[in-house]
């Protein structure tokens, strides 16, 4: 009998939360993607430790007149992706508001993913790390954060396999 597994993805609009979804479960990017409006999800089985899973990821629409939404969600969600534009930093202070939206909800385990890392220099995405470092040290339920491109696969995979290890030590 497979158990369901709720997982949140949120972060500011445009960020790339259903295009990391689409390359998660479907493997493939569309460059023509459209911004979210409301709420959506996406599901996919997995095996994990002979035991199956159902994850339901709900994926919530960016901008501010849909925050409101991520409250009614959030009860029965065992961990959340919460993702950020490399190329826009304004998208990574927002990351602690979502952060913050969803600790007032019940702490549940939160993952950051920085997105779009194959349209940035790494060495220029130091401030990130080092911001990224912060919201880390002040809030006790980050449990990682990676740098991920949908467009390319690059870390999508490896973050929602950390995501599962985290969460089922």
Known sequence: MKKTVKLIVSGDGGVGKTSFL???IHDNFDDNSKLTKGVDFFSKNLTVNGHEYNFVMWDFAGQN?????????????IAAFILFDLSRFNTLESAEEWIKKLNENGKISVFLLGTKCDIINFHECKIFDEYVS????????????????SKTGYNVKEAFNSLL???SN
């Open 22 to 24: 689409n390359r998660l």
């Open 65 to 77: 007149q849909f925050k409101h939404l991520l409250s009614n969600f959030v009860d029965g969600s």
């Open 134 to 149: 912060g919201i880390i040290n002040k809030y006790n339920n980050i449990i990682g954060y990676l740098k991920i491109s």
């Open 165 to 167: 290890n985290r969460i």
